[in-house]
């Protein structure tokens, strides 16, 4: 059963910066497309940037240039970069890891990024 930890939230000005972690366990890490997903209050969740089990990324237009998506397989972790942060990407961000097999998906339990001064 896969399971996924998120790290790396709290509270930053506009204009900074955040990263965030997310480990895999339970599985081979190599198996999964891994993603970033945010939810605002009030919002439905959205897809953040996804990087395909052979790297390839698909960033959203409103963080592309700004948020970077990167892994390290030998751990079986993924990570966000958030710079530039603003007001708006204030959101409790979600890891998602979909099965290159079978399609299924797992989600981590969210992690909390403001931005507010």
């Known amino acids: 059963q896969v399971q996924l930890v998120e790290s790396g939230g709290g509270l930053v000005q506009p204009g900074g910066s955040l990263r965030l972690s997310c480990a895999l366990s339970g599985s081979r890490f190599g198996l999964y497309h891994m993603a970033w997903y945010r939810q605002g209050s009030g919002d439905q969740r959205e897809l953040v940037v996804r990087?395909?089990?052979?790297?390839?990324?698909d960033y959203a237009d409103s963080v592309r240039g700004r948020f970077t998506i990167s892994r390290d397989i030998r751990k079986g972790t993924v990570f966000l970069q958030m710079n530039n942060l603003k007001p708006e990407d204030t959101a409790v961000y979600y890891c998602n890891a979909q099965s290159r097999i079978t399609g299924a998906q797992s989600w981590g339990q969210g992690t909390q990024v403001t931005v507010s001064e």
């Open positions: 990087i395909t089990d052979d790297g390839r990324t």
